[in-house]
């Protein structure tokens, strides 16, 4: 199955900017997609941002401007930049992926998650 790594966190002021990053297994050629989600304390998790296999990128309207998602397909890793930060970008972040896979019925998709990891932004 894949695996997903992430790294990147931290305590940050408002304004200031972080960069997540977040590494498949190499064995995860069959990923139609990665993002971004978030999951602030006694709110559902909600998405950030997401690019498709065929670069195609798509932001939440709350960090469109902010935010960037990117990946380097050599190295099998999509970023997240994250700049103006603000309070309201407090949550643990997790990485998600999308593997196609073909089943009886039409292709599926299997949904994978990375560990999370925690930004906090706070004056």
């Known amino acids: 199955q894949v695996q997903l790594v992430e790294s990147g966190g931290g305590l940050v002021r408002p304004g200031d900017s972080l960069r997540l990053s977040c590494t498949a297994s190499?064995?995860?050629?069959?990923?139609?997609?990665m993002g971004w989600y978030r999951q602030a304390p006694g709110k559902q998790r909600e998405l950030v941002a997401v690019?498709?296999?065929?670069?195609?990128?798509n932001y939440a309207d709350s960090v469109k401007g902010r935010f960037t998602i990117s990946r380097d397909s050599a190295k099998n890793t999509v970023y997240l930049q994250m700049n103006s930060l603000r309070p309201e970008d407090t949550a643990v972040y997790y990485c998600?992926?999308?593997?196609?896979?073909?089943?009886?019925?039409?292709?599926?998709?299997?949904?994978?998650w990375g560990q999370g990891t925690q930004v906090t932004v706070s004056s």
């Open positions: 690019i498709t296999s065929g670069g195609t990128t």
């Open positions: 998600n992926a999308k593997e196609s896979r073909a089943g009886w019925s039409g292709p599926y998709e299997l949904d994978y």
């Open positions: 190499a064995s995860a050629f069959t990923i139609n997609a």
